[in-house]
Every structure is written in C-alpha cells, then in structure tokens.
T-cell receptor, first 114, second 115 residues
C-alpha cells in the first residue's frame, strides 16, 4: 500500500491563481480530510468527507472547495489564491468516522502564494 | 470549547536525558480520544499512540511512555534515554465522538536532542 499520497510536494502561486492539490489513498478508507499547518498553530481542519459524494466544512473552509467522486480521491481546490493561504497542507484518512480510528497523513504540500 | 494546549514550545536536551512533553486538553464530552503524533524534519506526521477517555492506564512502548490523568485533563508523553532521532515536533490531539470527527491539535512541541 502506498498509503496517503499528495501531489505536488511544493507549489508557488501568484495571487489570484487557482490550483488543485491532489490527495489519494489506497486503503479503502471511508473518512478523508484536509488540514493546513501554520507556524505555532498546529493543524486546522479545512474540509472533510465521510464517504464518496459527501463533503462538509471544517473550521477554516473559506477560499477552498472539495469534492469526493470516488473513495480513493479527495482533491482540494484553491479558487483564487491569496497570500494568507501560504501554508503546508496535509491530507489525512481514516478507516471510518469512529473517533477510535487514527488518521493517516500524507507527506504534505508546501504552498507559497506571492 | 474544546482545546489542546502544549505549553512547551521548544525543549532542548542532551542525548540520553529523559524528557516529558506536556499536553493539557479541554472538553465537556465524556467520550473522546487522545493522540500523539510525531513530525520529524522530513515533514510527515507519524501516529504514535491513541488513548480513549475511559482508559486511564499508563502505557509504555520501548523508550516511550504516556501518562493519562483525567483528573488534571493531561496526557503527557515521556521519552526515556532520548536519542538524536527523537528530534521532531510532537503534537498532541483530541478527537471527539460527535463533532466533525476532526482532530483538534495542540500547537506542538519542538524537541531537539543534542549529541
């Protein structure tokens, strides 16, 4: 198993550009989520999905869209990049929504918005 | 409100010293889970341990041990005989039973183990 994969690893955008961060998992996990990591703030939830076709907002969803057309993939779209979106983005998945299940994290995407 | 506090921003120790990373959490829920993750310099997040709110037994795994105390809402992590490879940022996180299933992370503690 490859686990949770993310592409790209690094990205530089100009303000106003759009892009999609890719996330895939091959563990048949039901729950997938996106977090952003900013210095001194830990990780904060952007969006999550409890299964194909079902998504919902986390605590910092503004400026981001998600969709989940398959169990495996959960892309994160930046609609119009802003410098405040400069961050490290992590995709995570877990077997189910049960709080017992640990979340497995991808390697992260480091995004810089100029 | 749910919150996780890791008051130690950075800790520096010399190899072979023992070190304890503190974690204090806040929640009104009676059922919840606590986690520790390690983030080495390479950047990925590695799961270390899970503990549910009904299990206050301490746990030991090799050089790692965890002390969960509901009375003080703490879930501290001790590394015995630290090694350079333990250098990383360590995150404590809280996962509730009935929210968005999210992990609520502390701000992390950066541990530097010097040779």
């Amino acid at each position: 198993n490859a686990g949770v994969t993310q592409t790209p690893k690094f990205q530089v955008l100009k303000t106003g550009q759009s892009m999609t961060l890719q996330c895939a998992q091959d563990m048949n996990h039901e729950y997938m989520s996106w977090y952003r990591q900013d210095p001194g703030m830990g990780l904060r939830l952007i969006h999550y999905s409890v299964g194909a076709g079902i998504t919902d907002q986390g605590e910092v969803p503004n400026g981001y869209n998600v969709s989940r057309s398959t169990t495996e993939d959960f892309p994160l779209r930046l609609l119009s990049a802003a410098p405040s979106q400069t961050s490290v983005y992590f995709c995570a998945s877990s077997y189910s929504t049960s709080s017992y299940n640990e979340q497995f994290f991808g390697p992260g995407t480091r995004l810089t918005v100029l | 409100a749910q919150k996780v506090t890791q008051a130690q921003t950075e800790i520096s120790v010399v190899e072979k010293e023992d070190v304890t990373l503190d974690c204090v959490y806040e929640t009104r829920d009676t059922t919840y889970y606590l986690f520790w993750y390690k983030q080495p310099p390479s950047g990925e997040l590695v799961f270390l341990i899970r503990r549910n709110s009904f299990d206050e037994q301490n746990e030991i795994s090799g050089r790692y041990s965890w002390n969960f105390q509901k009375s003080t809402s703490s879930f501290n992590f001790t590394i015995t005989a630290s090694q350079v490879v333990d250098s990383a940022v360590y995150f404590c996180a809280l996962r509730l039973q009935d929210s968005s299933y999210k992990l609520i992370f502390g701000s992390g503690t950066r541990l530097l183990v010097r040779p």
